[in-house]
């Protein structure tokens, strides 16, 4: 062969071949996309997380083929026990020595900002499910940190708005006695007074207190409409399943959970958590979408889904398709990608990632069925109104060093 008669065609139509989108041409590092499942597995978060979020993950790769640009898939699976320093270390050995692409899940928002430093320090992807400060893409946004199901603003502001709206004018709140509590009990309180309605009080027992009797009886004597659960885990169930056994919901009064899943839902039982009120992203017996890929999870986990883990699956899938279209796992330009499309999969309706890298889409306030009204299992909620997603994130944080001033 004429190296001067054929080389240069050859050499230039090799090199145009690697600029096509569909070729797997060095574009995939390491010739493997590799996804971080990083949970709780054994401890408090593990049932609305845990083995479910890997199995979503599994689902979402198992559905898309396996491989991507002709690479192959796959799932590691780390245990951070709901300890920042050791979810940090697990990143940290992902992302150095087994190359980790993404990392997904990460319950507990101590642990996903620590994840979050990591990610932002190695320049690789992080999508977060089940972390719920409104920092992780306000004041700490990242270009490489995505928050994907829900934030503690619009859990918080989207109920209150909701429940107001509907009659529940008048609130008293039970708050976690930290950061988180604080959080969701303000920003639900500035909602509560602009829409007219008032606060009669608030009481703050400390995380994990084991007998949570005299809170109850003051929100209880408060007469006021609504309380308010501004909790996470294990107070906010403790205190649905004390107002149950104190006759809260007979005498009247309603309770309103500011964080609530329907793992916790199955957990408690309908006759304890019967009529509470609660906002969340996902609920499996919406509609023949929700109900078709829930009915293939609970084919493999024998429980329906948390919000967390549908939309686990849910971001898997769309990462993989930004990886197929850009012909590259790039971490910005994939990430550039995702926010190219609008987002409308069984997980969310109206979705579109945002500058900030918040997943905004509607929401749904519900109520907790009675026994009675529940006609099969899992059959949990009613479905009160639509929040959309844009009332209930609100605008891009300015602090967001990527939010356009």
Not at 111 to 137: C, M, P, W, Y
Not at 275 to 283: A, D, N
């Amino acid at each position: 062969m004429n190296p001067t008669r054929f080389g240069l065609p050859v050499a230039a139509a090799f090199s145009a071949m690697l600029l096509l989108p569909g070729t797997a041409m060095a574009q995939v590092s390491d010739n493997v996309v590799k996804i971080g499942v990083l949970t709780d597995l054994n401890g408090p978060a593990s049932a609305p997380t845990g083995q479910g979020s890997v199995t979503a993950a599994q689902m979402a790769i198992a559905d898309f083929g396996g491989t991507v640009l002709g690479k192959p898939i796959s799932v590691v699976i780390g245990d951070h026990q709901l300890k920042a320093d050791v979810g940090g270390a697990i990143a940290r050995r992902w992302f150095d020595v087994e190359q980790v692409d993404l990392i997904v899940d990460v319950p507990v928002s101590a642990v996903g900002l620590a994840v979050q430093n990591i990610a932002s320090e190695k320049k690789r992807l992080f999508i977060t499910h089940s972390t719920g400060t409104a920092d992780f893409h306000g004041k700490f946004c990242s270009p490489y940190a995505i928050q994907w199901v829900f934030d503690t603003r619009a859990l918080a502001v989207g109920t209150a708005d909701a429940v107001v709206k509907r009659g529940g004018d008048s609130w008293f709140f039970i708050t976690d006695d930290y950061a988180f509590g604080h959080s969701l009990e303000r920003d639900a309180s500035a909602v509560v007074t602009a829409n007219g309605g008032k606060v009669l009080g608030s009481v703050r027992p400390p995380l994990a207190t084991p007998d949570l009797s005299s809170f109850v009886l003051q929100a209880q004597a408060s007469k006021a409409k609504i309380i308010g659960i501004a909790a996470g885990p294990p107070n906010n169930m403790n205190e649905i399943k004390t107002g149950a056994e104190f006759g809260v919901f007979k005498g009247g009064q309603q309770m309103a959970a500011l964080l609530a899943l329907i793992t916790d839902i199955h957990g408690l039982g309908l006759q304890a958590a019967q009529g509470l009120l609660l906002t969340t992203s996902f609920y499996w017996d919406m509609d023949d979408k929700t109900r078709e890929w829930s009915k293939r999870y609970f084919a493999k986990m024998n429980k329906m889904p948390s919000m967390w883990q549908a939309g686990v699956y849910s971001s898997v899938m769309h990462y993989l398709n930004a990886i197929k279209e850009t012909g590259t796992d790039d971490p910005l330009k994939v990430a550039a990608k995702m926010r190219e499309k609008p987002i409308e999969d069984f997980f969310a309706r109206n979705g579109k990632l945002r500058e900030d890298n918040l997943m905004v889409h509607d929401l749904w306030l519900v109520q907790v069925k009675t026994p009675e009204e529940s006609k099969y299992p899992w059959d949990y909620y009613k479905i009160l109104t639509t929040i959309s997603g844009d009332k209930a994130f609100g605008p891009p944080d300015p602090a967001c060093a990527m939010v356009k001033k």
